[in-house]
């Protein structure tokens, strides 16, 4: 029988072993986000740079690879308990909340990397500001998010009367590895966003909205065989700087 957990944090410690299986091989995750957060994050050697929402930790492992001097932090003890299998016991990994203060002094990193996150929070202008604390001057945000057109377009199709100008929840069960989670992500429109990332200080300095890997179309034939193009609409991306 599937388990189910209704909080968030809990939510992925129900499905940790599942999802992490999930993003080592899926298009949205190895062959669509996380190159695209690569591509965007550049030359990191010796940058050192915080994985907000680590996860299990493929993001901080490729990072560490390029010669990034990490840091990871989760709400999910279950998949920090992935990353440290994966990352070993020296990667320095430890369970935060976002919508907290961050256990960081000010000015402690180069560079924050928000991947796929950010979306699970009402609010947010209280991480946003922690963000642009725990960065030196200068220190970027790279982040990415779910389109919110894509999104809203998704939810027209299926029949849901949703206001794209509204912030508004989202609850999805996911069922991953036998067990069941219930997430709830919060949806808003592009201006909110970079309103709220400019109201924090940062400087937007790209949005992006990437192709695949170019891997992607023969390893996924029958996702690519109604899409126009070389891309698709799936994930948001900025690079924002802190002045």
Aim: charged residues 25%.
């Amino acid at each position: 029988m599937d388990t189910f957990d209704p909080t968030p944090a809990n939510g992925y410690d129900s499905i940790a072993e599942g999802y992490t299986a999930e993003n080592e091989t899926s298009l949205l995750n190895a062959y669509y986000e996380r190159p695209a957060m690569l591509d965007l994050a550049g030359d990191v050697t010796g940058r050192r740079i915080l994985d907000a929402g680590c996860g299990a930790g493929p993001l901080f492992a490729a990072l560490r690879d390029r010669g990034a001097l990490m840091t990871g932090i989760d709400a999910s003890p279950a998949m920090l308990e992935l990353a440290r299998r994966r990352l070993g016991p020296g990667a320095d990994l430890r369970v935060a909340d976002l919508a907290e203060p961050l256990p960081f002094p000010d000015n402690a990193f180069d560079d924050v990397t928000a991947s796929l996150v950010l979306h699970y929070l009402r609010d947010w202008a209280p991480t946003l500001t922690e963000l642009r604390r725990v960065l030196t001057p200068g220190g970027r945000l790279i982040a990415s998010v779910e389109h919110p057109f894509a999104i809203w377009t998704a939810q027209r199709s299926a029949g849901e009367k949703t206001d794209y100008f509204e912030t508004r929840p989202r609850t999805e069960d996911w069922l991953m590895g036998g067990r069941t989670a219930r997430l709830t992500f919060w949806d808003r429109p592009l201006h909110a966003m970079t309103d709220a990332f400019t109201t924090a200080g940062f400087r937007i300095t790209v949005i992006s909205e990437p192709p695949p890997a170019p891997a992607a179309r023969d390893l996924f034939p029958d996702v690519f065989r109604d899409v126009l193009g070389a891309s698709f609409l799936g994930f948001l991306f900025f690079v924002l700087q802190s002045d």
